[in-house]
């Protein structure tokens, strides 16, 4: 059938030879015996192309680098000094609250008030203080105690304080205060309520939306927005024993403690009402707006001694 069966057989040489790479003569070379410029010119161009290519962005990623790090440890050395003058400001003005506990006197506050950055609200907290306004904080009492700060009561926006406030021409809107809260987020980088420093609560984050309800005005149904709780006067203040970044949404740094942490201390041990916003229950009356969540949200966190200012004013 085959004619020339020699075909199939397998050739006794091969047809193809290794051609040997002339790298490894290159690596052999010794310093002695040849230079560095010498063995460059033994390798091909491509080679030569891909070292020299290398080398440059070796040398130039070590020269970019290093100003990189130092551009970003200048930007975080401007930004801890930017914190730090927002926090520790210049007072302008001194006051003073001496407080009691369950009618024991546990001590004196001394406060610095912000007089240049924020001349409104170290205003306002001076007014309160020592009377000018035609109500003052004194026989006002603390009437919340959390783990990073307590909170004043304030004045009420009604009634005998509001009645007191109107003849004297005293006018305890918060929103001039509110602007100068906006001012003090743009300019202070981090957190503005450190431990020790003093605000006055402008907003309440934590307010629900409005309820929308149907109401029949002049025989048509309309749409009216029905307002849950009450926003803050700009009267009640806080003190921060802690950093609480949480307060930032809603409080307007105005000074800070100079003298009297002991008291402030004193005044954050007292016993509280248990928080039971865990509770089911709680958060869907919450969510719908039920008044009576809102009610018994006021309620948690208060103390359960009295914890009054005897007397304020200015030093």
């Known amino acids: 059938m085959w004619s020339n069966p020699k075909i199939i057989q397998p ?14 003569q290159i690596l052999s070379l010794t310093a002695s015996s040849a230079s560095p410029l010498k063995q460059f010119t033994k390798l091909s161009r491509r080679d030569f192309s891909i070292f020299t290519t290398s080398s440059l962005l070796l040398l130039l990623g070590s020269h970019t680098l290093e100003p990189l790090h130092m551009s970003n440890a200048r930007a975080e050395k401007v930004g801890t000094e930017e914190n730090s003058s927002c926090a520790n400001q210049t007072a302008t003005k001194e006051a003073f609250l001496d407080v009691a506990i369950n009618g024991e006197p546990v001590g004196r506050i ?22 000018a306004a035609g109500v003052s904080y004194r026989r006002k009492e603390f009437l919340k105690i959390m783990p990073n700060y307590v909170q004043h009561g304030g004045l ?11 003849k004297t021409g005293s006018n305890v809107a918060v929103d001039t205060l509110v602007n100068e809260w906006e ?27 409005p309820k929308i309800k149907l109401v029949a005005r002049k025989g048509k149904l309309e749409i009216d927005e029905e307002e849950v709780g009450m926003d803050p006067n700009g009267t009640e203040f806080l003190i921060a024993t802690k950093d609480s970044p949480e307060l930032d949404a809603s409080t307007l740094v105005v000074g800070r403690v100079l003298e009297g942490m002991d008291v402030v201390k004193r005044i954050s041990e007292v016993k509280t009402v248990q ?19 809102v009610v018994a949200e006021r309620g948690f966190n208060r103390p359960y001694l009295k914890v009054v200012i005897t007397n304020c004013g200015l030093i």
């Open 11 to 24: 050739l006794s040489t091969p047809v193809f030879t290794p051609i040997q790479s002339p790298l490894p």
């Open 110 to 131: 001394i406060i610095g008030l912000y007089g240049d950055t924020v001349p409104f609200g170290a205003k306002r907290f001076s007014e309160l203080v020592s009377g």
């Open 156 to 166: 009420r926006s009604y009634g005998v304080d509001a009645e007191l406030a109107r």
């Open 183 to 209: 001012k003090q987020n743009d300019n202070c980088s981090g957190t503005k309520n450190v431990a020790t420093s003093v605000g006055i609560i402008v907003r309440d984050p934590s307010k629900p939306p």
């Open 275 to 293: 928080e039971n916003t865990g509770s089911p229950y709680f958060r869907v009356a919450k969510l719908i707006g039920d008044k009576r969540a």
